[in-house]
């Protein structure tokens, strides 16, 4: 009776060979771009060595760099980015402890030292995005440019003294850095208050002010007993 049936013998595939041949391809990893490095010294920039102020570009592995807490240390390693559009900033001589007018990139790291950072943090200084600080002591943004950077680094993660007084990170620290990084509203608030605390004290002091004992209690702090 099988033998009657009309495709008895006629040619099937083997379920075998279906196996062999995937139902999905998978689709391809694509490599994930690398972002570029921010922060870095622009070559112009004066880094303290220990043998004088040289200009970030003449910087070389084993020179020795004066740090804000770990002394005179050894760079170790320095690399050259390829230049990338950029913000600029202006920073006023003085502005951040630097002896003459600069002109920076907005992602550049530097100190900043405040009463404010102390008494919240109970730090000297934290790190911050020098765009952060538009506004204050007369910084303010730039045209942007495209300027290559250069990266010093050292055995750790160190604030570099440059242009005669001011602190910039060496390499970037991130949230787990050695030092206090604060976001773009923090270091905003920070300042925020800076100036309230000094238009308050700027009052008191005047003469024709009058301000309650309680008031000058909580912005000098408590008398001593």
Do not use: G, H
């Given at each position: 009776m099988l033998l009657d049936h009309f495709n008895t013998f006629a040619d099937f595939q083997p379920v075998g060979l279906l196996l062999d041949f995937p139902m999905a391809r998978p689709e391809?990893?694509?490599p994930t771009p690398q972002r570029s490095k921010t922060g870095g010294f622009l070559p112009q920039t004066l880094v303290e060595t220990d043998r004088g102020f040289v200009q970030a570009r003449d910087v070389k592995p084993g020179d020795m760099v004066y740090t804000f807490d770990g002394g005179?240390?050894?760079v170790k390693t320095v690399r050259h980015a390829v230049p990338r559009l950029t913000t600029m900033m202006h920073v006023p001589a003085g502005a951040l402890g630097n002896d003459c007018d600069l002109q920076l990139p907005a992602d550049q790291m530097v100190a900043l030292e405040l009463d404010a950072v102390e008494r919240l943090f109970g730090l000297p200084l934290v790190v911050v995005k020098l765009i952060s600080l538009a506004g204050h002591n007369g910084i303010k943004a730039l045209s942007p440019e495209r300027l290559g950077r250069i990266h010093i680094e050292c055995e750790e993660e160190e604030l570099i003294w440059a242009e005669s007084g001011m602190l910039m990170q060496a390499e970037t620290g991130g949230p787990d850095g050695a030092f206090k990084e604060l976001s773009l509203s923090e270091t905003r608030q920070i300042l925020a208050s800076e100036e309230g605390?000094?238009?308050a004290l700027t009052a008191?002091?005047?003469e024709d002010a009058r301000y309650?004992?309680?008031?000058k209690e909580l912005l000098e702090g408590p008398k001593a007993a």
């Open positions: 391809p990893v694509q005179c240390q050894e605390r000094a238009l008191i002091e005047d309650p004992d309680l008031l």
